[in-house]
């Protein structure tokens, strides 16, 4: 559940208001979003990925809030760690080049369509790695 906006990391983007599928914030008057609807929220850390400056926390708790500590967060270097381990961010590696199943080769553009044996192959996956 999202339990911050860091007032002092915050540049005003308003990206965390558009791309949030639940509408949980609203802009504030002073170009920082507020978390209106924090009940709503998905836990689905899309804000914190698009959040350019390592701005917001999600907690992992989905269904109950929790106290936090922007100072705490920050020196435990949580904020913005979410980002880096998809590899959202100039310069990262994305996770999806790490990704090693076969599904991930085959949803690429020029592949031959998935056939039914593969199918069944990739749904089993990992058990018969
Ligand atoms: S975690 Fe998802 S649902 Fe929750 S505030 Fe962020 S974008 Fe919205
Ligand atoms: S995405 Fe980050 S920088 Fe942009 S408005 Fe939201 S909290 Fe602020």
Known sequence: MIELVSKSRCVECGMCVRVCPTNVFDA???????????????????????????ALYVSPYGERQVNVSETELAEAGVLGSWRETIGWGKGRLKLAALDTTPFIDRVLPGKEPIGRSEAEFILAYPTNK
């Open 28 to 54: 504030g008057e002073d170009g920082i979003p507020v978390i209106r609807r924090q009940d709503d929220c998905q836990t689905c850390y899309i804000c914190e990925a698009y959040c350019p400056v390592d």
